[in-house]
């Protein structure tokens, strides 16, 4: 019987996660607090836990990655990961959506929205209905009560534990099954939230 190894990166949250999976379960994993002090640490990582459980890299069925939003350093790092493995291994590439990666980590209510740091004024806000990503959009925290009390608030943002309406939810590592699944280099792109142009606006 064949073995099925899928590599999961994420680089996007407060906690980066890099995992090997087996047949759909984790068996070697290495996660820290993002800090992007170092290129070449996800490449570390990604060689350590192949190196566990000896798998050579050409026997990866898959890569999964978050592709945002969130960190932009976390994002753009793992977009050039998964565009060099794909041209080096020829395997598909997984997209997961941040929004979707946190929401299937805790049972949420109908009305669900997942806040995730943008910066210490603003967050990423995607609005779930019944399960399904509906919106999403960059807001301002202190418009949060603008929004009256139908929607239930989750983070997995540290930095938001504090502020009131919004529950922290800790992201449990899992393989996602809700995806894009890219075939070419080129049709891997980054989701950031807001446009380059936000990004880059004069403070």
Known sequence: MSKRWDLFIQTVLDENEIALFHDGHCVSSISHQADFKSDNTFVQDICRC??????????????TILQGPGYFTGIRAGIVIAKAWMD?????????????????????????????RASKTEGYAGFFWKGQLIGQECIKLDTLPSYGQEWKWFSPSVAFKTLSGIQYVSPSLYL???YEEMTRSEQIAPHYGRSLEELFQPL
């Open 50 to 63: 192949l190196s566990d459980q000896q798998v050579p890299k050409k026997e990866i069925h898959s890569l």
């Open 176 to 178: 996602p099954q809700q």
């Open 88 to 116: 080096s291994f020829s395997i598909p590439v997984r997209l997961v959506s941040s929004f979707e990666y946190v929401r299937g980590c805790f049972s949420a209510p109908e009305k669900t929205a997942i806040l995730i």
